[in-house]
Nanobody, 127 residues
Framework: QVQLVESGGGLVQAGGSLRLSCAAS????????MGWFRQAPGKEREFVAS????????YYVDSVKGRFTISRDNAKNTVYLQMMSLKTKDTAVYYC????????????????????WGQGTQVTVSS
């Protein structure tokens, strides 16, 4: 069973930075793309970023392009989300996600293409 554990959330002032981490276990990490999603209060969960199995391809939602960077360390079974120039509208619970087993080498961008989710980590950006 795939397990995902996020860390690194917290309270930061607008313009500040945070780095989220997601440690994965339960299957071979290096052959699967990984994603980050977020859910703000009263809103639906939305795609933030995804990274290919090798780390060579990344996708971002337009609102975070140029500010967020997704990366991975396959030796540590960990995916990261470096967030810079944070804005109050970035406040949300951030979730790490992994696609279902049997779908390696893909880099999904839609929520329904992911099967495994972490518990979420709160990011609060104050003005």
């Amino acid at each position: 069973q795939v397990q995902l554990v996020e860390s690194g959330g917290g309270l930061v002032q607008a313009g500040g930075s945070l780095r989220l981490s997601c440690a994965a276990s339960g299957r071979t990490f290096s052959t699967y793309g990984m994603g980050w999603f977020r859910q703000a209060p009263g809103k639906e969960r939305e795609f933030v970023a995804s990274v290919s199995w090798s780390g060579g391809t990344t996708y971002y939602v337009d609102s975070v392009k140029g500010r967020f960077t997704i990366s991975r360390d396959n030796a540590k079974n960990t995916v990261y989300l470096q967030m810079m120039s944070l804005k109050t509208k970035d406040t949300a619970v951030y979730y790490c996600a992994a696609p279902p087993s049997g779908s390696p080498f893909r880099t999904p961008r839609k929520e329904n293409e992911y099967a495994y989710w972490g518990q979420g980590t709160q990011v609060t950006v104050s003005s």
